[in-house]
T-cell receptor, first 113, second 111 residues
Framework: EAAVTQSPRSKVAVTGGKVTLSCHQT?????MYWYRQDTGHGLRLIHY???????EKGDIPDGYKASRPSQENFSLILELASLSQTAVYFC????????????FGKGTRLTVV | GDSVTQTEGLVTLTKGLPVMLNCTYQ??????LFWYVQHLNEAPKLLLK?????KRTEHQGFYATLHKSSSSFHLQKSSVQLSDSALYFC??????????FGTGTSLLVDP
């Protein structure tokens, strides 16, 4: 089965600090996504990418940056972490194609204090 | 923009009873609909998918039919089990790259 690996799996960050969440996939997938999960909001798309060296804004990009230096790696960067960014973050990937399955990583639980 | 609506936040049922979880969507494109299931502290996993109008799709005892006329893709099962307790997400993909999720429905099955 397709593998999407996130690191770290959990993190406590200080308000105003910089946080980098990393995602690595070995599936040769074209598309990669970052979602955040909050109770009552489901999964909301932050950034996505369909090719290396290019990223696109999702539905809630404010306060986040993304970087895709290679096909396998996709990072989410919080330059100035805030309390409201406490959430579980999921990375996902899928192959190009009309109806292809999205595979998720196990998530990163971020707590900003 | 695209949107997915799941009206139930929590559904509680007794084992063996049938269940239907509602999902409606809005898009201007030809839709691809998905159901994902997330067990506690795990990643969401694909349960069902469809892009064919009025065709039932089934997996692991769950089934759903995409109805473009009513913009719906409700998830059903005839007899729920304890192991079905999880969070269920309906998702919509348009012709582009985005996958838009609903807010999710928690299914809790009692013995």
């Amino acid at each position: 089965e397709a593998a999407v690996t996130q690191s770290p799996r959990s993190k406590v960050a200080v308000t105003g600090g910089k946080v980098t969440l990393s995602c690595h996939q070995t599936n040769n997938h074209d598309y990669m996504y970052w979602y955040r999960q909050d109770t009552g909001h489901g999964l909301r798309l932050i950034h996505y990418s369909y090719v290396a060296d290019s990223t696109e804004k999702g539905d809630i990009p404010d306060g986040y940056k993304a970087s895709r230096p290679s096909q396998e790696n996709f990072s989410l960067i919080l330059e100035l972490a805030s309390l409201s960014q406490t959430a579980v973050y999921f990375c996902a990937s899928r192959l190009r194609g009309a109806n292809t399955e999205v595979f998720f990583g196990k998530g990163t639980r971020l707590t900003v204090v | 923009g695209d949107s997915v609506t799941q009206t139930e936040g929590l559904v509680t049922l007794t084992k063996g009873l049938p269940v239907m979880l509602n999902c409606t969507y809005q898009t201007t494109y030809s839709p691809f609909l998905f159901w994902y299931v997330q067990h506690l502290n795990e990643a969401p996993k694909l349960l069902l998918k469809s892009s064919t109008d009025n065709k039932r799709t089934e997996h692991q005892g769950f089934y759903a039919t995409l109805h473009k006329s009513s913009s719906s893709f409700h998830l059903q099962k005839s007899s729920v089990q304890l192991s079905d307790s999880a969070l269920y997400f309906c998702a919509l993909r348009d012709m582009g790259y985005k996958l838009t999720f609903g807010t999710g429905t928690s299914l809790l099955v009692d013995p």
